[in-house]
Structure formats: structure tokens, C-alpha cells
């Protein structure tokens, strides 16, 4: 791995809310940012507020039709459109075009996609794969800056999964996963906290655009690697809810033969499988018609190296 990586200055930026349209911070901040963008304003770039789910954010639902942060994959964004398409596969183009075409030299420098989750996740920093140099920066960056919020890093894609993401249609992107928040609620606290990940996050383009280096640095990462279903009966409905001891506590050690469910006939269920894991997203609303209890992750160190721009040559 080279000591330096460099990046070309970031010019153009989204920060979308209401990619999921009841997940509140974002929704309230990007249509206050709509009406006002002045805390977007920086010197060296353009930074553009988008609702991203309109039509979910009118009703106050996930989505409309179809998940929008699952449809922006390459066979979707590639194919002509149709008529009797869900909502959501035509805003994904949409918003494909608006951000200048997935992979293409036009497309945006980053998105920041702004999300709220039911688990007890608190400040989460979503990023897809543990190449992405320049994104772990501004996760370091975020890290170091607020210390008390201690913002986890979590990478999202599976190995050898292709992206399907909102973030995947700009060069970098980061998502913003804040909770516990119940959808359809905005509260003041979270609110706050997700304000002032975006101004760091500004703030620090800015810097990396005016050509300060950020040196190489050692983190911790949460990478997922599968997912826990709820116990079932054989009808399919839910036979054991997570367990007490077990609810809220994103990113600790959790192992095996330690409790994962209760069933509803009061008997705890173990974890069963052969390692310790980390569970995240445990208990997500939004995760109960995937058949998710909780994601399973693992926790790895990586080491980045230092990172600077040359308004030239090379990639992080
Ligand atoms: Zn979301």
C-alpha cells in the first residue's frame, strides 16, 4: 500500500435526506436546507441540499414502492425506462441523471445521505468497502472532532456484492446513520448531532481542497458479513423477539451461546453461531419485512494511508 494517496479537489456535493422518507433528521434538515443553504456554503466547492424521496417523505413512509437505497444498481440504472415501473426505480435514474451518471467523469464528488435508524446505533459512519481512502479520512476527521458522540464506522458491502446505494452514484459517499430515532419522529438531540456531522464533514473538503495533507492513521471497522433472522414458526410468523439482553446493544462483543431472542413462550434462544460477532442494526424497524433481526459484523483494524490533493494524478 503507497504511504500517500492523493485525490482530485472535490467540487460538486449532495447532501440528501429522506433517501427513506420517515427517517426525520434528514428530511427536516435538507427541505430547511432547501429553503436556506447558507450553513452549506463553502469556499473551494458547490454543496447542493436534494430530497431524494419526495413522494415517501409526502406520505411519511420508507418508500413509496420499492426501497430507493436498493435500486441503484448498474441493471436498473442502465436499462430503459418503463411505464408501469415502481416510483422508486424512476427516481434512482433520476437522481442518476441529476448527480452526472454513475462511473462517469461528470458525476458528483460525494454524497452525504442522511439517515435515522430505530436501533441503538448512535452516530454511525456508513461507507461501502474498506478501499475507500478518501471517505475513511472523513471518518477519522469525524472521529477526532467529536469524541463524544463516538462515531463507529461501518462498512456495508459484502465482498464481491455489487453497490446499490444512493451513495454509488457520486465518486465518494458517506452515509450518516443516527439512532435510536422511531420513524415519523424528529428529535431536537439527533437533529443536532447530524447538523454538525455534515458542517465537520464540509469543513473538511474545504481543508483537503486548499491542499492540507491529513497523515495515515490506524481504525477500527465494522464490517458486515450476514445477517440473523427472527425464529419462525412454520406459518412464517415471528416466534421469538430479541432478547432483552441483547436490545440496544450495537457494536458489543456478542457470543455464542449468549442470549439472542426470547420466545414468546418465555424461553431464551441463543446465538448459535461458532464465533463472536458484533451485531448491529439490532431490532430495525425497517429490517422486519427483510427478515433481518440484526446485521452481523465484524470488527477489523485497518491502516490507511496519509492523504492529499494534487488537482492531478491518482485515486484514493
Ligand atoms: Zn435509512
Same mark, same amino acid.
Given at each position: 500500500?503507497?504511504?500517500?494517496?492523493?485525490?482530485?479537489?472535490?467540487?460538486?456535493?449532495?447532501?440528501?435526506?429522506?433517501?427513506?422518507?420517515?427517517?426525520? =433528521?434528514?428530511?427536516?434538515?435538507?427541505?430547511?436546507w432547501l429553503r436556506d443553504s447558507s450553513e452549506?456554503?463553502?469556499?473551494?466547492?458547490?454543496?447542493?441540499?436534494?430530497?431524494?424521496?419526495?413522494?415517501?417523505?409526502?406520505?411519511?413512509?420508507?418508500?413509496?414502492?420499492?426501497?430507493?437505497?436498493?435500486?441503484?444498481?448498474?441493471?436498473?440504472?442502465? =436499462?430503459?425506462?418503463?411505464?408501469?415501473?415502481?416510483?422508486?426505480?424512476?427516481?434512482?435514474?433520476?437522481?442518476?441523471?441529476?448527480?452526472?451518471?454513475?462511473?462517469?467523469?461528470?458525476?458528483?464528488?460525494?454524497?452525504?445521505?442522511?439517515?435515522?435508524?430505530?436501533?441503538?446505533?448512535?452516530?454511525?459512519?456508513?461507507?461501502?468497502?474498506?478501499?475507500?481512502?478518501?471517505?475513511?479520512?472523513?471518518?477519522?476527521?469525524?472521529?477526532?472532532?467529536?469524541?463524544?458522540?463516538?462515531?463507529?464506522?461501518?462498512?456495508?458491502?459484502?465482498?464481491?456484492?455489487?453497490?446499490?446505494?444512493?451513495?454509488?452514484?457520486?465518486?465518494?459517499?458517506?452515509?450518516?446513520?443516527?439512532?435510536?430515532?422511531?420513524?415519523?419522529?424528529?428529535?431536537?438531540?439527533?437533529?443536532?448531532?447530524?447538523?454538525?456531522?455534515?458542517?465537520?464533514?464540509?469543513?473538511?473538503?474545504?481543508?483537503?481542497?486548499?491542499?492540507?495533507?491529513?497523515?495515515?492513521?490506524?481504525?477500527?471497522?465494522?464490517?458486515?458479513?450476514?445477517?440473523?433472522?427472527?425464529?419462525?414458526?412454520?406459518?412464517?410468523?415471528?416466534?421469538?423477539?430479541?432478547?432483552?439482553?441483547?436490545?440496544?446493544?450495537?457494536?458489543?462483543?456478542?457470543?455464542?451461546?449468549?442470549?439472542?431472542?426470547?420466545?414468546?413462550?418465555?424461553?431464551?434462544?441463543?446465538?448459535?453461531?461458532?464465533?463472536?460477532?458484533?451485531?448491529?442494526?439490532?431490532?430495525?424497524?425497517?429490517?422486519?419485512?427483510?427478515?433481518?433481526?440484526?446485521?452481523?459484523?465484524?470488527?477489523?483494524?485497518?491502516?490507511?494511508?496519509?492523504?492529499?490533493?494534487?488537482?492531478?494524478?491518482? =485515486?484514493?
Open positions: 500500500m503507497p504511504s500517500t494517496v492523493s485525490a482530485n479537489p472535490l467540487h460538486l456535493v449532495a447532501v440528501t435526506g429522506g433517501t427513506h422518507g420517515n427517517e426525520m =433528521s434528514g428530511v427536516c434538515l435538507v427541505k430547511h452549506l456554503v463553502r469556499d473551494t466547492f458547490t454543496a447542493v441540499p436534494l430530497l431524494a424521496n419526495p413522494k415517501a417523505t409526502e406520505n411519511c413512509v420508507r418508500y413509496y414502492e420499492r426501497d430507493l437505497n436498493r435500486c441503484f444498481t448498474m441493471d436498473i440504472l442502465s =436499462s430503459p425506462e418503463l411505464q408501469d415501473e415502481p416510483y422508486e426505480v424512476k427516481r434512482a435514474r433520476e437522481i442518476n441523471r441529476l448527480f452526472g451518471l454513475r462511473g462517469s467523469t461528470n458525476a458528483f464528488d460525494m454524497i452525504l445521505d442522511l439517515h435515522n435508524t430505530t436501533s441503538n446505533m448512535g452516530v454511525c459512519l456508513i461507507i461501502s468497502e474498506a478501499q475507500r481512502h478518501l471517505e475513511m479520512h472523513v471518518c477519522h476527521h469525524i472521529q477526532k472532532h467529536l469524541p463524544n458522540y463516538n462515531p463507529r464506522i461501518y462498512l456495508y458491502a459484502e465482498p464481491g456484492v455489487e453497490l446499490y446505494d444512493l451513495c454509488s452514484v457520486s465518486k465518494y459517499g458517506i452515509g450518516f446513520e443516527l439512532g435510536p430515532q422511531p420513524q415519523g419522529v424528529v428529535r431536537a438531540d439527533t437533529l443536532q448531532t447530524m447538523r454538525t456531522l455534515v458542517q465537520v464533514t464540509l469543513d473538511f473538503i474545504n481543508q483537503l481542497n486548499q491542499g492540507k495533507e491529513f497523515p495515515a492513521f490506524e481504525a477500527d471497522v465494522y464490517q458486515r458479513v450476514g445477517h440473523v433472522d427472527f425464529p419462525r414458526a412454520p406459518d412464517g410468523e415471528i416466534s421469538a423477539v430479541v432478547h432483552p439482553s441483547l436490545q440496544d446493544r450495537d457494536f458489543s462483543p456478542l457470543h455464542p451461546g449468549e442470549p439472542a431472542f426470547l420466545s414468546l413462550d418465555g424461553k431464551m434462544i441463543p446465538y448459535n453461531g461458532d464465533q463472536q460477532i458484533y451485531p448491529v442494526f439490532i431490532n430495525e424497524a425497517a429490517y422486519y419485512e427483510k427478515k433481518i433481526a440484526f446485521i452481523v459484523a465484524e470488527k477489523i483494524r485497518l491502516s490507511i494511508p496519509a492523504l492529499c490533493t494534487t488537482g492531478g494524478q491518482g =485515486s484514493p
